[in-house]
């Protein structure tokens, strides 16, 4: 059994920076590859980044690839997303998910609640 629980959204102007944060608790975090989803209003959740076990590899959707950073430190069991530039289409519930390997792309299948975040123009 496996925990998440995000941290870090919150209100923010149009060009501002958020770290959003992925804190794990429960079996073998390191083993797994960890990804972050957002879901906006009215709209599908949709994938945004991912980093496998050893924080190597990472894994970016368009739309953020050139302002986000993910990164996890897994002595503490806790990823981390580093958003710049932010606009108001990244208005959304962020989410955190564990993969079922060690790479992304095997699915997910343990998700924590979200944290909002909100972008004002």
């Known amino acids: 059994q496996v925990q998440l629980v995000e941290s870090g959204g919150g209100l923010v102007q149009a060009g501002g920076s958020l770290r959003l944060s992925c804190a794990a608790s429960?079996?073998?975090?390191?083993?797994?590859?960890i990804g972050w989803f957002r879901q906006a209003p009215g709209k599908e959740r949709e994938f945004v980044t991912a980093?496998?076990?050893?924080?190597?590899?990472?894994y970016y959707a368009d739309s953020v690839k050139d302002r986000s950073t993910i990164s996890r430190d897994n002595a503490k069991n806790t990823v981390y997303l580093q958003m710049n530039g932010l606009k108001p289409e990244d208005t959304a519930v962020y989410y955190c998910?564990?993969?079922?390997?060690?790479?992304?792309?095997?699915?997910?299948?343990?998700w924590g609640k979200g944290t909002l975040v909100t972008v004002s123009s």
């Open positions: 998910a564990k993969d079922r390997g060690s790479y992304y792309g095997d699915g997910m299948d343990y």
């Open positions: 429960g079996r073998a975090f390191s083993n797994y590859a």
């Open positions: 980093i496998s076990r050893s924080g190597i590899n990472t």
